[in-house]
């Protein structure tokens, strides 16, 4: 299957690679990753299925073509903003492999999990090399897999208890949430205290804590509007939800629909496509999460239990082919939008920030962006300024100089922010190694800097 998809991919002229995402769909797991590999091996080579040399064909539309890469700085980089002084970008390690999340013990050291089933210790800005053990071995075979999320518990410092999200290892790489108690090199007493009853590597499954030590779950997977994107609608089914539970993965009883026949009780809302980041709003306490969409039509949303955000009845986005994914872009009884992105940003991970060191970003929203409208290398990271109302006034794009995709932002316990690139071992598809990912450090200069 993957051989004839290639080819049909090859056939009029570079290897159209977002072809073959539609044809594979986002659910084929194995075989949709072997046909991206083989179609990236092909275009190595500079062949296509006729024989003819890859040059000499017309151009045509490659998923993942973008603009120049351009490497890491060596030396701290210092970039213009607004409203703000000028900061400073600084490479905190650059020896990071698909890192996927990021959190901060009490005393500034940072935990990292990469994809690949390895959780990363950042102790006074070096990067251990010898990865935390204990950690459970996970589900690595789809491009939406792995080791994903980590998130501290809110009593921390009493319990030392720590979360992670995964693809199981075995056949499905069913998501499930685990927790253990870390030591400062090793995790122990590791159990898994809910496991996803629908089988598939879903993306997404960022965490975020309540002050109760409640916590919300997010669960993509509901990529195509067609096919899997129909289950988001389903309350009988985790995918495309938003789910809570309590901190040792039980029911919390005023749970939306407890008590309801065929609605699954840890369903907090649904509709959702594949949220992949997910915080709390500082001053409401409100949940908040973004929606990585199609081709446009990513979103904010303000999650309220039991509603419905509307995947894919009603979107503002496009399929990758063009075509609309709904004549709908909402509907009376379902929920709209905070914030719209067309073209889209492919977001993922965001924070609030609450800090002092830049005093004129208090209450703005940063999003990490991997990709804009579709084109490589174009991430970047979002700063979104709302009203009083909680409605947006305006953005603006940050680190766009960098030409990095950003896979996590968060603030640390300095008051700085920190974000993760995507990039690793794993080849991109165009079949080339990218860079090693980093860890960057955002300070304030000058004047007014909060220093």
């Known amino acids: 299957m993957a051989d004839s998809l290639v080819k049909g991919a090859f056939a009029h002229g570079p290897p159209d690679l977002g072809a073959i995402h539609m044809m594979l769909g986002p659910d084929s797991g194995r075989v949709r990753v072997t046909a991206i590999r083989m179609a990236a091996a092909v275009a190595c080579l500079g062949v296509i299925a006729t024989g003819a040399p890859a040059q000499q064909q017309a151009p045509g539309f490659s ?90 518990h809110p009593r921390f410092e ?23 108690r870390f030591d400062g090199r090793a995790l122990h007493d590791l159990s898994e205290v809910f496991v996803v009853e629908s089988p598939g590597h879903t993306a997404g499954a960022r965490l975020v804590f309540e002050s109760d030590s409640t916590l919300f779950l997010t669960m993509g997977g509901a990529f195509n509007a067609t096919t899997s994107g129909l289950r988001a609608q389903d309350p009988n089914d985790h995918v495309g939800k938003i789910l809570r539970l309590r901190d040792d993965g039980g029911v919390p009883l005023d749970n939306p629909f407890v008590g309801r026949v065929a609605h699954k009780p840890e369903v907090y809302s649904l509709g959702h496509r594949n949220p992949m980041g997910i915080t709390i709003h500082p001053q409401t306490g409100a949940v908040w999460a973004h929606e990585h969409s199609t081709q446009g039509g990513d979103e904010v949303n303000v999650i309220l239990p039991g509603r419905n955000y509307g995947w894919p009845i009603v979107s503002y986005g496009r399929e990758y082919s063009g075509a609309r994914v709904s004549e709908q872009p909402w509907r009376q009884e379902m929920e709209q939008p905070v914030v719209v992105w067309l073209p889209s940003v492919a977001p993922s991970g965001m924070t609030f920030y609450t800090g002092d060191r830049f005093p004129a970003w208090r209450g703005n929203l940063f999003v990490g962006s991997l990709m804009t409208g579709r084109v490589g290398r174009t991430g970047h990271l979002e700063r979104i300024v709302f009203n009083e109302d909680g409605e947006e006034i305006r953005r603006e794009s940050l680190l766009t100089e960098l030409k990095q995709r950003i896979r996590d932002v968060r603030q640390g316990p300095d008051g700085l922010i920190y974000v993760l690139t995507d990039n690793g071992h794993r080849s991109d598809l165009e079949g080339r190694l990218p860079d090693r990912a980093a860890l960057l450090r955002i300070e304030p200069v000058g004047p007014g800097s909060g220093s």
Request: aromatic share 6%; net charge negative; glycine share 8%.
């Open 63 to 152: 998923l993942w073509g973008g603009v120049s890469r351009v490497p890491l700085p060596d030396e701290p980089l210092l970039l213009h903003t607004a409203e703000q002084p000028d900061i400073r970008v600084t490479v905190v390690t650059a020896e990071l492999d698909n890192p996927w999340s990021l959190a901060f013990l009490p005393d500034g050291t940072m935990l990292v999990t990469e994809r690949e089933g390895r959780l990363r210790v950042i102790r006074d800005g070096e990067l251990d090399p010898d990865p935390v053990s204990g950690v459970p071995p996970v589900y690595t075979d789809a491009l939406w897999s792995g080791l994903m999320e980590i998130a501290l």
């Open 158 to 180: 009493e319990n030392r208890l720590t979360y992670l999200t995964y693809s199981q290892a075995g056949e499905d790489g069913t998501i499930a949430l685990a927790r253990a």
